[in-house]
């Protein structure tokens, strides 16, 4: 989990959008897709879906059992889910977070958003960082005419460098989706 979000609930969230499955079946894909932002298979996907579970989000369809196998509880998302699941992808999409893993996360699941409310966070995000990496520059300006040495004010540059390079990226990301060179999700997509 990274500072207060539910990154693997959030993965829950988004799988279950696009199709029914059992824990099991939802861990196989997170493992075979290295959706490593996740940490702590498999107790902490229980644990998510146990409380997705408790907050209705999502709901049992039905018991499977196949073979000697023990039974496999299927889930599937509620329409409070959906709500749920739309608003913290598009805070993770919108919000820059100094833990990264939170943009990999959310572009990892962007595809369950609509593509134009994609788009509406991304160009959200690019905003903000624009406003942040012109607050450093002038923060840096300011020190500088002050008189501080350059050298103590290196790691302000690296994160500046950071920001950039993502907002570059961003940038690169809206063009695509601008043009549709990205197909989108479609339901039952996943294997």
Do not use: N
Request: glycine share 8%; with cysteine; aromatic share 4%.
């Amino acid at each position: 989990m990274a500072r207060g979000h539910d990154l693997v609930g959030l993965t829950v969230l988004a799988l279950l959008s696009v199709r029914a499955a059992h824990p099991y079946e939802l861990h196989r894909f997170i493992v075979d897709t290295h959706k490593d932002y996740i940490a702590g298979l498999p107790r902490s996907l229980y644990h998510a879906v146990e409380r997705l579970a408790r907050d209705e989000l999502v709901v049992p369809a039905k018991t499977d059992r196949a073979g000697r196998r023990p039974e496999r509880t299927v889930y599937e998302i509620t329409e409070e889910g959906r709500k749920e699941l739309a608003t913290r992808l598009r805070r993770l999409l919108e919000q820059p977070d100094p833990d990264r893993r939170t943009l990999v996360a959310g572009l990892s699941l962007i595809g369950c958003l609509p593509p134009d409310e994609a788009q509406r966070a991304l160009r959200g995000r690019a905003a903000t960082i624009e406003g942040v990496l012109a607050g450093m520059d002038a923060h840096r300006r300011a020190m500088t005419d002050s008189g501080l040495p350059e050298i103590l004010m290196i790691e302000v540059e690296c994160e500046q460098a950071l920001h950039t390079a993502e907002l570059e990226w961003i940038r690169g990301l809206l063009d695509r989706l601008g043009k549709g060179e990205l197909e989108w999700i479609e339901k039952g997509a996943w294997p």
